[in-house]
């Protein structure tokens, strides 16, 4: 069965850095999302993407993240300066006519 | 505002014995409905979905039950085993909307 991947699996960055999160979403989903979990929460919407744009954006995916499609197969998050508070997974996910699936996550750690 | 949660935080069952997690939805516009299933260190899996217009749907050894009176929605796992033991989350959205909203979670925990 088809399934989003994600890398890495595990990131560890410093504080003020940016880091990029890669997904390949599955290969003939045209609906892209991004989502976090802070450990031990729920899981909280990002931002989608659909047609090379953003179509809709949650209040935490402020100036600092950003979205791009460089190619036909990735989807990317990148946080320009982390901060503390972006320590959480991130799932990223994908549908056509179909729910959502996601892939197993990033654990991103700040410190 | 939005908001999908759930009443039990954590439930125990015995393993053979029949499991129910709930969920209570607020967003009466909420058309769609979908019950994943997270392991640990996984992302959330699909188990379920159901729409408004229905208001019961089975699976394999799993059946969603809708109620649109009260918005509730709850999800049963018939014999369940151990395997099931994960984080449920019930999550809803306008079909084919861009934005699905998850609630809390309900850590099912099955002993043997």
């Known amino acids: 069965e088809p399934e989003v991947t994600q890398t890495p699996s595990h990131q560890v960055t410093q504080m003020g850095q940016e880091v990029i999160l890669r997904c390949v979403p599955i290969?003939?989903?045209?609906?892209f999302y991004w989502y976090r979990q802070i450990l031990g929460q729920k899981v909280e919407f990002l931002v989608s993407f659909y047609n090379n744009e953003i179509s809709e954006k949650s209040e935490i995916f402020d100036d600092q993240f950003s979205v791009e499609r460089p190619d036909g197969s990735n989807f990317t998050l990148k946080i320009r300066s982390t901060k503390l508070e972006d320590s959480a997974m991130y799932f990223c996910?994908?549908?056509?006519?179909?729910?959502?699936?996601f892939g197993n996550g990033t654990r991103l750690t700040v410190t | 505002g939005e908001s999908v949660g759930l009443h039990l935080p954590t439930l125990s069952v015995q393993e053979g014995d029949n499991s129910i997690i709930n969920c209570a939805y607020s967003?009466?516009?909420?058309?769609?409905f979908i019950w994943y299933k997270q392991e640990s260190g996984k992302g959330p899996q699909f188990i379920i979905d159901i729409r408004s217009n229905m208001d019961k749907r089975q699976g394999q050894r799993v059946t969603v039950l809708l109620n649109k009176t009260v918005k509730h929605l709850s999800l049963q796992i018939a014999a369940t085993q151990p395997g099931d033991s994960a984080v449920y989350f019930c999550a809803e959205n306008m079909e084919y909307g861009n934005k699905l909203v998850f609630g809390a979670g309900t850590i099912l925990r099955v002993k043997s």
């Open positions: 996910a994908s549908r056509g006519n179909s729910p959502l699936h």
């Open positions: 290969s003939n989903h045209l609906y």
């Open positions: 967003n009466s516009a909420s058309d769609y």
